[in-house]
């Protein structure tokens, strides 16, 4: 069946430094691949997706290249700030259930 | 645009009550899905429904839960009686299904459930 793994965390960075953590999966067909943001206390929030092989996503400076070829999509950061501590979840479109599967979730700290 | 809307935000009550959490999905999206959070288990699908019909409930983890979307601007998390290991943060996502596509998934700021 479809899952994803996503590194262990927490990973733990000071400000300004880069920042990947990785994910790959496993589907069957062509799934969209998400990354969500979880900030202290709130809701998951959509950070950035690509819905197909070689598409990048991107927002506030995070990026993801949607590799078919390893079956990843790992998220990264040239330059992480504190406001960036949360927890991330990586996730893929499930189009036969039409739901998302998520990730166990990495948790970003970052120090000044 | 008002966002999906929980209530209540945080719920304390006695093991063996009822209690009933509520969602208010984006206007327009037609799915609606049910988690749960917690330390131990992590995000955990627990219902989802399509055009207010639910598709799959097998993440409900047993018979004192039940869900229902009465139409398409309101759904209810019930559990009764409540236990103690239903503590954790529940949250409610909803969803524009379009044909052969899953789109992005808009999640409620959770209800933080304490049960003692």
């Known amino acids: 069946g479809n899952s994803v793994t996503q590194m262990e965390g927490p990973v733990t960075l000071s400000e300004e430094a880069f920042l990947t953590i990785n994910c790959t999966y496993t589907?069957?067909?062509?799934?969209?691949l998400f990354w969500y943001v979880q900030y202290p206390g709130e809701g998951l929030q959509l950070l950035l997706k690509?819905?197909?092989?070689?598409d990048k996503g991107s927002n506030k400076g995070f990026e993801a290249t949607y590799r078919k070829e390893t079956t990843s999509f790992h998220l990264e950061k040239g330059s992480v700030q504190v406001s960036d501590s949360a927890v991330y979840f990586c996730?893929?479109?499930?189009?036969?259930?039409?739901?998302?599967?998520f990730g166990t979730g990495t948790r970003l700290q970052v120090f000044p | 645009d008002a966002g999906v809307i929980q209530s209540p935000r945080h719920e304390v009550t006695e093991m063996g009550q009822e209690v009933t959490l509520r969602c208010k999905p984006i206007?327009?999206?037609?799915?609606l899905f049910w988690y749960r959070q917690t330390m131990m288990r992590g995000l955990e699908l627990l219902i989802y429904?399509?055009?207010?019909?639910?598709?799959?409930d097998s993440g409900m983890p047993e018979d004192r839960f039940s869900a229902k979307m009465p139409n398409a601007s309101f759904s209810t998390l019930k559990i009764q009686p409540s236990e103690p290991r239903d503590s954790a943060v529940y949250f409610c996502?909803?969803?524009?299904?379009?044909?052969?596509?899953?789109?992005?998934?808009?999640f409620g700021p959770g209800t933080r459930l304490t049960v003692l």
């Open positions: 429904f399509n055009n207010n019909v639910p598709i799959d």
């Open positions: 690509a819905t197909k092989a070689d």
């Open positions: 996730a893929l479109s499930d189009r036969q259930a039409d739901k998302l599967i």
């Open positions: 589907a069957t067909g062509y799934p969209s």
């Open positions: 206007s327009g999206h037609n799915s």
């Open positions: 996502a909803s969803s524009s299904r379009t044909s052969g596509s899953t789109d992005t998934q808009y």
